[in-house]
């Protein structure tokens, strides 16, 4: 990065980041995603995801700041430091999303890349009746549940660690499988898997008890068929102040009581 990098701030539409960016703007400049060294979202985790889906393509490190309500992928906000020096000393954590691929009962298909996790949620009262194959291989003939995830490890401290699953380090290389709400078989709690592991839920009962699949907020209804498998093409760098980098973040979750 250069030692006076061009900047793209972006903004959530919330009052607090919109003026957040025009002080930014006035005093570093500001310029296009296309154009910048480095990315910087305003907000939450949620427009933080959004930038990433949106700019991820273009591989420029993003340094977000949070100027929204949960902000766990975002560094503090200040507007009395030095922003040039903050990017100078940041730590990168690299990350590679999931890509998914849904079919749906009326024969399309949809894909979609996801940064946090992958889920799939019953649509009607009745529980979803799913079977789980790993790199082809049944392990699950019937889970009976509200739904099961596969979680990045980012993602492993938001909805999964929320349903009990496993939180996993940072560069560990691995994924969590969660099931959401577990009827049968009753005492299976998921799985760590290597990160390369090629997972397919299969929906065994479409048509009496529906099924969607949410890759971070892209929805798909009515699926028959997901597979999940980690992006080998991409990967996004997000840059964090040293004192609360988001390994040490990881780790300190899991001592939170």
Avoid at 210 to 238: C, G, K, N, Y
């Amino acid at each position: 990065m250069a030692m006076s990098p061009r900047i793209a701030f972006l903004a959530s539409n919330t009052e607090a980041a919109q003026q957040a960016r025009a002080q930014m703007a006035a005093r570093y400049g500001d310029h296009k995603p296309d154009a910048a060294d480095v990315l910087c979202p305003l907000g939450g985790d949620g427009f933080m995801l959004q930038t990433l889906h949106r700019h991820g393509d273009k591989g420029k490190p993003v340094f977000g700041m949070k100027l929204g309500t949960v902000g766990f992928l975002m560094n503090h906000y200040r507007d009395d430091d030095d922003l040039v020096e903050r990017l100078a000393l940041a730590e990168p954590a690299h990350l590679r999303p999931l890509e998914m691929l849904a079919l749906t009962e009326s024969g399309t298909s949809t894909g979609s890349l996801a940064y946090n996790d992958v889920s799939m949620l019953r649509q009607t009262r009745q529980a979803a009746h799913i079977g789980i194959d790993l790199n082809g291989q049944q392990r699950v003939e019937e889970l009976i549940c509200d739904g099961v995830l596969v979680s990045t490890p980012a993602g492993s401290t938001a909805y999964n660690y929320s349903a009990r699953g496993p939180i996993l380090p940072l560069g560990s290389n691995t994924i969590a499988l969660t099931p959401l709400a577990p009827y049968r078989p009753r005492r299976w709690r998921g799985a760590i898997l290597k990160a390369d592991t090629e997972v397919c839920f299969r929906v065994l009962d479409p048509y009496k008890r529906p099924v969607s699949v949410t890759a971070d907020s892209h929805e798909t209804r009515d699926v028959v068929e997901v597979t999940i498998r980690e992006s080998r093409q991409r990967q996004v760098t997000l840059l964090f102040d040293p004192e609360h980098n988001l390994e040490e973040r990881i780790l300190s979750e899991q001592f939170e009581f």
